[in-house]
């Protein structure tokens, strides 16, 4: 149940809002009368699951003009989708995302309710409660990382996350309006991406900050609480780039469920805590490079041994010709491999 005083936030978050919205590609204006594409919506949320807002932007440019509707990403291969996704990490949502996509090709269009969303591949609670609220006007209850913020200071929660997420959940459904529900969605995203950021929060030109609880308290910057993680383990591996003497490079694609799955990638060992013991791909000259590639992954830090080799035309195995070969569509962690390996495998070297 709203009280007056989750009303006056609301109105002040709006009026907010209508005067200092974001322009992102994906968002219609507020006071604009275009209607928002739910497609489009969709994309974005996807692609900005656990990646920034800045990060996103080039990607959801080449992704929409390549394939402008969910009926165009729908009927896209596999193989061109993981290598436009490459750089965003998260593959899985990458291969969701074209579940998804024929999905909803399949029933004609996006559903419009959030239970109707959430039963779509690969679309959770958040996923679907900001596509219906943003592009249907449903007012449903939106939670990302910018909102818990602004819930915690809001109401100077101090129960730690994630074991906060039920309470901001019901401080945030107390705000959420039925009148403009997205727009209020998005006002409260925006307030903690510019406003209410994670730390120095501008407290002082934020438009609820009389109505702040944590504010007054003097414990804004110290929220949200978060229980503190456990370490990552270190795994190791050995990943192998050879090249043909015609230029062309020797991959593999990755099992299509797991991490990096579906990708294109270097032969290697398995990634475990253990040094690895690999055998080559190919019987070749392979030489041990100095440099390893380091990378995180969600749960685990990754330390990579580097193994480079020319190849003769005759070495069997999945190779990409050189004129196909595009670095920029690898993984990040495979894209680091072959800055580091790309110079000893020079083509001019070899006689």
């Known amino acids: 149940m709203r009280d007056g005083c989750d009303t006056q936030i609301s109105d002040k978050l709006m009026t907010w809002y209508d005067c200092h919205a974001r322009a992102l590609p994906w968002r219609v204006p507020p006071g604009s009368n275009q209607i928002p594409d739910p497609y489009r919506i969709w994309l974005s949320e996807v692609m900005l699951q656990q990646t920034t807002v800045a990060a996103v932007k080039a990607y959801f440019h080449r992704f929409t003009e390549r394939w402008p509707t969910v009926q165009a990403l729908a009927a896209a291969r596999d193989e061109d989708v993981m290598a436009e996704w490459a750089g965003l990490g998260y593959y899985a949502r990458a291969r969701n995302l074209l579940k998804c996509a024929r999905e909803v090709a399949r029933l004609g269009g996006f559903p419009r309710t959030r239970e109707g969303l959430q039963a779509l591949p690969g679309v959770g609670p958040y996923t679907s409660a900001a596509i219906a609220a943003i592009a249907f006007d449903q007012p449903e209850t939106v939670l990302d990382g910018n909102v818990e913020r602004v819930m915690a200071r809001l109401f100077d929660e101090h129960t730690p996350l994630p074991q906060a997420k039920p309470v901001l959940t019901d401080y945030a459904a107390r705000l959420t309006p039925q009148h403009r529900p997205g727009d209020h969605a998005q006002a409260v995203m925006d307030l903690g991406a510019t406003i209410c950021t994670p730390r120095n929060p501008a407290c002082g030109i934020c438009p609820v900050m009389a109505d702040c609880a944590a504010r007054h308290a003097g414990t804004a910057p110290s929220l949200p609480r978060k229980t503190r993680k456990p370490t990552k383990p270190v795994r190791l591996g050995i990943a192998y780039l050879g090249r043909r003497v015609d230029g062309a490079w020797l991959m593999e694609r990755r099992p299509p469920h797991g991490l990096l799955g579906g990708m294109l990638g270097w032969p290697g060992s398995d990634w475990s805590e253990q040094p690895p013991d690999s055998t080559p791909p190919v019987t070749a000259e392979w030489h041990a490079l100095s440099d390893e590639v380091r990378h995180t992954f969600t749960h685990f830090h990754l330390r990579l041994g580097l193994r480079v080799a020319h190849l003769p035309l005759s070495a069997s195995g999945l190779f990409i010709p ?30």
């Open 322 to 351: 050189a004129n196909e070969f595009n670095p920029a569509a690898l993984p990040t962690v495979m894209r680091k491999a072959h800055t580091l390996a790309a110079a000893h495998l020079d083509l001019s070297e070899v006689s």
